[in-house]
């Protein structure tokens, strides 16, 4: 390996390990967040885990010290990165997302892990039950294909003409295959005709976007991961540049320029992680813990957007927004 690549992996480990060390010696508790994505995209839901853990009693740089580990998307990073947070020896491991979750499972059957996933962790094989996860790990399990048929639903009532819709996939992501399979039952019972877009890197979703020039649909249905969240911008720049309708899965792409969203809130899900987190500090095991299922679900819409499109929200759509951003 590369010293650049390694340095890059290592997300900064050694810049921030004497704090660490420090913090190890002085008998404060080190947490380890690790997570697919940057810093950069998810910096609001890591305000949102540090709230939960000032829930709990805990601030960091006061009576808690946070080694962040960040993959930039690059998923084979992952075990590397799950496997040093275990070798600092930290307190507790955080972590957001499916493969985060199964990276830190696969490297330690002791140390405390609090996860937040959007598939249920007991199919994923992370917990016995939700009850009673048993082991080290337990967390938070947050909806994506469960809601995707509702999201479909509410794109077409914001479209109600539209007949063809666009779904954009990376194939890479381990909730694509599910999501698709709900969109196809969803869009023969409505009659809608779904056509699938794969990208699994930048240049290929400005690729998927490019055919839009000579065929463009009547609407656009993002699936999630941690590259489209990451790549959002990117995303809502071109959906606004082709004039294509969008719906995505949460609120982040909608703060951002997104028409509408509607998923479960992302940031309340790393919260409870954070709250857990705390818990599991005080003396809290893991295997006692049951799994929270995060339903807290929102439709947000951005009505700016939506006039530059030349659309008008509908009234059903506006009854039922739980924020509409003007």
Do not use: C
Not at 36 to 56: C, I, K, N, P, Q
Not at 121 to 150: C, D, F, M, Q
Not at 175 to 183: D, I, M
Not at 189 to 209: M, P
């Amino acid at each position: 390996m590369k010293r650049r690549e390694l340095i890059t992996l290592l997300g900064g480990a050694a810049a921030v390990w004497p704090l660490a060390a420090r913090a190890q010696q002085s008998g404060m508790p080190v947490i380890g967040f690790l997570s697919a994505g940057s810093y950069s995209t998810y910096a609001l839901r890591v305000d949102a885990f540090r709230r939960g853990l000032r829930e709990a009693g805990f601030t960091d740089g006061e009576n808690v010290t946070i080694e962040y580990r960040w993959a930039e998307t690059q998923m084979d990073r992952l075990p590397t990165l799950a496997r040093d947070l275990v070798r600092r020896r930290v307190a507790v491991i955080a972590t957001t997302g499916n493969a985060p979750a199964l990276a830190a499972r696969a490297a330690t059957t002791t140390i405390p892990i609090v996860f937040s996933v959007s598939e249920d962790p007991v199919r994923l094989g992370l917990v016995a039950s939700l009850a009673r996860p048993g082991g080290n790990i337990t967390g938070v399990n947050y909806l994506i294909a469960e809601v995707t048929a509702k999201r479909l639903e509410l794109l077409r009532s914001f479209i109600p003409g539209a007949i063809q819709i666009a779904v954009l996939v990376n194939p890479g992501a381990p909730v694509t295959e599910t999501v698709l399979r709900e969109l196809g039952d969803a869009a023969r019972t409505t009659g809608l005709r779904l056509r699938v877009l794969k990208a699994g890197s930048s240049g290929e979703i400005n690729a998927a976007f490019a055919a839009f020039a000579h065929d463009r649909p009547d609407a656009l249905f993002v699936s999630g991961g941690f590259l489209f969240s990451d790549r959002r911008v990117q995303l809502v720049h071109l959906a606004t540049r082709y004039a294509v309708p969008t719906a995505y899965g949460d609120r982040d792409y909608v703060e951002v320029g997104g028409l509408m969203s509607y998923g479960s809130n992302l940031r309340d899900a790393t919260q409870q992680v954070g709250l857990y987190t705390g818990r599991i500090l005080k003396g809290a095991q893991p295997a006692e813990l049951p799994v929270m299922q995060s339903t807290k679900l929102e439709l947000v819409i951005n009505a700016e957007t939506a006039r530059t499109l030349g659309l008008t929200v509908p009234p059903s759509l506006l009854a039922l927004a739980d924020e509409v951003i003007e």
